[in-house]
């Protein structure tokens, strides 16, 4: 019998986001998912390489953002700036030959507890202190419920020492 290989298998990635369960994007409509787009080749970072361009989450069906962060442009119809940003710098790699991918996790959302949750807030409080302010409040036991978008963005800072390429902050 074959093992499956897990889906970020062969990316660069901090070890942290091996804790979700990832699918592979295929043009599935999965809603309140949070995702990550990644490159390959690797792109440099301030502290080594890393395959992940972006990081994010939506109610939305996944399909729906996907359209809108990598097809649509810079279109009338479309003022975001993270879709305009997106689908204009995918173009680009995707034009010199860069591999883009999708990977999805089924949730928004996930506890952490004790020390866990202590050094996230601490890492927290270093990347995005107003966040750290306004919602990080464990309960009486230590557990917090944390976005996993930004668990993955403190990660990935933590890792790198900068946010990925496409995100504009922690």
Known sequence: MSQMTPPLAGLLVPPSFQRFQWHRYTELDDASVTYIYTVAPPVSRLNGRSSVLYIGKTEQPISKRF???????????????????TSHISQLLLDRGDKISLYYT????????????????????????????RFFKPDSRGKVTVSIEKYLLVEYAKNYWEVPPLNNAS
């Open 67 to 85: 359209a809108q962060e990598t097809r649509t442009n810079n279109t009338p119809g479309n003022s975001q700036a993270t879709n305009i940003r």
């Open 106 to 133: 089924r949730s928004l959302s996930f506890d952490l507890l004790g020390r866990e949750a202590e050094e996230f807030g601490r890492n927290l409080q270093t990347w995005n202190k107003s966040h750290f302010q």
